[in-house]
Antibody, heavy 121, light 108 residues
Framework: QVKLVQSGAEVKKPGASVKVSCKTS????????LSWVRQAPGQGLEWMGWISAYYGSTNYAQNLQGRLSLTRDTSTGTVYMELSSLRSDDTAVYFC??????????????WGQGTLVTVSS | EFVLTQSPGTLSLSPGERATLSCRAS???????LAWYQQKFGQPPRLLIY???NRATDIPDRISGSGSGTDFTLSISRLEHEDFAVYYC?????????FGQGTKLEIK
């Protein structure tokens, strides 16, 4: 059974950084890529970035370039999302996702439970 | 900039009715890259459809997806109470993704 378990809620001050972990289990970690998506209160879904679990290569949404860093630890099957220079509009629930691929279709099959990050002075 | 526009923003229907949700892309999309998700309050999204028309595991055949090019549709026949939620379309290609703004399906 595939599981993605994220770290707990965080409260940060503007200008600080936050690091959220996502521990996977139930499949071979390096086989599939992982994405991060966030959702501000009452708003829609925003894709943030992607990391190859095998190579560690990354792609980031243009609006987060320079502030977002995705890393992974293949020994524990864990991926990390670090966002720096936090602003109030970074307040959101952050989701990690383990992707799957079928005949050229890549989709967000398995989701973590979400981590609420609150940025407030 | 690539944009997905969903309509309507809110759809009010009664159980037993049919729902038709639209997703329009600002440029043509490879249909293999189009997916639909359902989200209920306080939960992560759930994959419904991938490759524009393929149902994910355990998704009932009341739910179907169709479309190509720039116009895609999610249809739900015989609405049940569990179907009232927010629905998002999604395009993912070249390790980048875009979501539509969502359609809220509410009980009339």
């Amino acid at each position: 059974q595939v599981k993605l378990v994220q770290s707990g809620a965080e409260v940060k001050k503007p200008g600080a950084s936050v690091k959220v972990s996502c521990k996977t289990s139930g499949y071979t970690f390096v086989t599939y890529g992982l994405s991060w998506v966030r959702q501000a209160p009452g708003q829609g879904l925003e894709w943030m970035g992607w990391i190859s679990a095998y190579y560690g290569s990354t792609n980031y949404a243009q609006n987060l370039q320079g502030r977002l860093s995705l890393t992974r630890d293949t020994s524990t099957g864990t991926v990390y999302m670090e966002l720096s220079s936090l602003r109030s509009d970074d307040t959101a629930v952050y989701f990690c996702i383990s992707e799957r691929e079928t005949t050229g279709s890549i989709y967000f099959q398995y989701w973590g439970q979400g981590t609420l990050v609150t940025v407030s002075s | 900039e690539f944009v997905l526009t969903q309509s309507p923003g809110t759809l009010s229907l009664s159980p037993g009715e049919r729902a038709t949700l639209s997703c329009r892309a600002s440029q043509s999309v490879d249909s293999r890259h189009l997916a639909w998700y359902q989200q209920k309050f306080g939960q992560p999204p759930r994959l419904l459809i991938y490759g524009a028309s393929n149902r994910a595991t355990d998704i009932p055949d009341r739910i179907s997806g169709s479309g190509s090019g720039t116009d895609f549709t999610l249809s739900i026949s015989r609405l049940e109470h569990e179907d009232f939620a927010v629905y998002y379309c999604h395009v993912y290609g070249s390790s980048r993704a875009t979501f539509g703004q969502g359609t809220k399906l509410e009980i009339k």
